[in-house]
């Protein structure tokens, strides 16, 4: 099981970045949540490597409209999630 904290900045704030990421994360059985914070946008994935590989790769890139201008990451360690939501 992997499990990552993001912090994705740049033009990701009005262009539904967290709805998709939500998105993506169904989609490939990703728990955690996503959240705005001030100019950035926060995010923890934990799930099977592949599937938290598939959200990172989703946020380099971003939604039609996002222009992500640098990610930071961690290892999380903190409260596991049986679901993933946006906060």
């Known amino acids: ?5 993001v912090i994705i900045r740049g033009k990701v704030q009005g262009v539904f970045f967290r709805v998709n990421v939500e998105k993506v994360a169904k989609e ?10 001030a100019d950035y946008v926060e995010a923890v994935f934990i799930g099977e490597e592949e599937a938290v590989n598939k959200m990172l790769d989703f946020c380099v890139k971003g939604p039609e409209g996002a222009k992500v ?8 360690v903190g409260e596991d999630f049986r679901d ?3 906060e």
């Open 84 to 86: 993933f939501r946006v």
């Open 69 to 76: 201008k640098g990610m930071e990451m961690e290892n999380y």
């Open 1 to 5: 099981m992997k499990k990552i904290r």
């Open 28 to 37: 490939n059985g990703v728990f955690g949540y996503v959240r705005n914070v």
